[in-house]
């Protein structure tokens, strides 16, 4: 399984971004996919998943900005992030999880500073 995210990249506040995450070696619609992040000096924390049936969950400090989606024909889940803030800078990681499995790519960076 490999899972490749890109997108990332240096913004300005108030700017926006868009992640994608393409997965190989995996019956992708099967899969929740999900969108995590690591600020330096914290601990990864949850932005947003979504299920193989659609439904959604993002963190708190993200609703309204950023949102998950996903192309099941294409292998590849979004976060198209808006409004970014400084505090929104982090490594982003792309997961994939179904029952006892559990997949993370590596990270892109994402850096909103002006």
């Known amino acids: 399984v490999q899972l490749q995210a890109s997108g990332g990249g240096l913004v300005q506040p108030g700017g926006s971004l868009r992640l994608s995450c393409a997965a190989s070696?995996?019956?992708?619609?099967?899969?929740?996919m999900g969108w995590y992040r690591q600020a330096p000096g914290k601990t990864r924390e949850l932005v947003a998943t979504?299920?193989?049936?659609?439904?959604?969950n993002s963190a708190d400090s993200v609703k309204g900005r950023f949102t998950i989606s996903r192309d099941n024909a294409k292998n590849t889940v979004y976060l198209q992030m808006n409004s970014l803030k400084p505090e929104d800078t982090a490594v982003y990681y792309c997961?994939?999880?179904?029952?006892?499995?559990?997949?993370w790519g590596k990270g892109t960076q994402v850096t909103v500073s002006s």
């Open positions: 979504i299920t193989s049936g659609g439904n959604t």
């Open positions: 070696g995996m019956i992708f619609s099967l899969y929740t």
């Open positions: 997961n994939a999880r179904a029952h006892v499995l559990d997949y």
